[in-house]
T-cell receptor, first 112, second 112 residues
Framework: GEDVEQSLFLSVREGDSSVINCTYT??????LYWYKQEPGAGLQLLTY?????DMKQDQRLTVLLNKKDKHLSLRIADTQTGDSAIYFC????????????FGKGTHLIIQP | NAGVTQTPKFQVLKTGQSMTLQCAQD?????MSWYRQDPGMGLRLIHY???????DQGEVPNGYNVSRSTTEDFPLRLLSAAPSQTSVYFC???????????FGSGTRLTVV
């Protein structure tokens, strides 16, 4: 079956860039997403990338997709304390009818 | 624009009790799905629906029933609650291209 893998923790200093990595196995993925979850809250869609794109930039966020290696990354520039959260990578395959497959989430820890 | 609305936000059940988690969306989305989130497990798909009258099982369907009588509503039923069903439940909806899954704020369920 489909699988999405992420490292569980990432610690960065405030002001540095954070890079959260994700690998997936489904070669038919059409959309890949990054969701942010703050403690006790729901999931907030941060950004997405369509499978025929290599890169997408949105203000402080840069998504890179290496389809050959099935590797997705999220770079957050100038990381702030408000970026402290769990970041989930998720993928949709085919027409997206059968829902999202999530990674287990990466806890981003910001050091002052 | 309410988006995806889940009720209740919190619920405590005794083992063996039944209940229905409600999910409603006002975006005229065809696709709806239910996930459960457990610590260290990410989000796992329980059931999904591609339109009114059509439902199917996800990764962890046992102990849960769903129905989709209207486009707007997708309730999740626990017929006989078990402690293993203690979790946070999220409902999501999407257009029929799989783009832009929107999540509700979640229901935190405890079964004692």
């Amino acid at each position: 079956g489909e699988d999405v893998e992420q490292s569980l923790f990432l610690s960065v200093r405030e002001g540095d860039s954070s890079v959260i990595n994700c690998t997936y196995t489904d070669s038919s993925s059409t959309y890949l997403y990054w969701y942010k979850q703050e403690p006790g809250a729901g999931l907030q869609l941060l950004t997405y990338i369509f499978s025929n794109m290599d890169m997408k930039q949105d203000q402080r966020l840069t998504v890179l997709l290496n389809k050959k290696d099935k590797h997705l990354s999220l770079r957050i520039a100038d990381t702030q304390t408000g970026d402290s959260a769990i970041y989930f990578c998720a993928e949709v395959s085919g027409g997206g009818a059968d829902g999202l497959t999530f990674g287990k989430g990466t806890h981003l820890i910001i050091q002052p | 624009n309410a988006g995806v609305t889940q009720t209740p936000k919190f619920q405590v059940l005794k083992t063996g009790q039944s209940m229905t988690l409600q999910c409603a969306q006002d975006m005229n989305h065809e696709y709806m799905s239910w996930y459960r989130q457990d610590p260290g497990m990410g989000l796992r798909l329980i059931h999904y629906s591609v339109g009114a009258g059509i439902t199917d099982q996800g990764e962890v369907p046992n102990g849960y029933n769903v129905s989709r009588s209207t486009t707007e509503d997708f309730p999740l039923r626990l017929l006989s609650a078990a402690p293993s069903q203690t979790s946070v439940y999220f409902c999501a909806s999407s257009t029929d291209s799989g783009y832009g899954y929107t999540f509700g704020s979640g229901t935190r369920l405890t079964v004692v």
